[in-house]
């Protein structure tokens, strides 16, 4: 079970990444009402990439102690967080 969402979530991430970039693409090359629905897309897309982002972010500290420790350490974290 864990293994068919994994490769769900990773799926859906594709598939929204390359379909946010296709209408991104018909925004720049094309004018009038194909932009305007590729515009309308890609919000929603924007949207779907975030969303899968935010999953695979708090997955991958929660999947295997190992990558816990690494990303959640304090030496890890100081560094990015002192680039805000």
């Known amino acids: 079970m864990g293994d068919a969402i994994r490769v769900d979530v990773w799926l859906g991430r594709v598939l929204a990444g390359y379909a946010l ?8 090359k094309t004018d009038g009402e194909v932009a305007t629905r590729a515009k309308e897309h890609a919000k929603m897309l924007l949207l779907a990439v975030l969303i899968f982002m935010a999953i695979v972010s708090l997955w991958t500290p929660l999947a295997s102690s190992d990558r816990n420790a690494l990303v ?3 030496e890890t974290l100081l560094p990015v967080a ?3």
């Open 21 to 28: 970039l296709g209408a991104t693409w018909l925004v720049m």
């Open 72 to 74: 959640l350490d304090a």
């Open 82 to 84: 002192g680039a805000f």
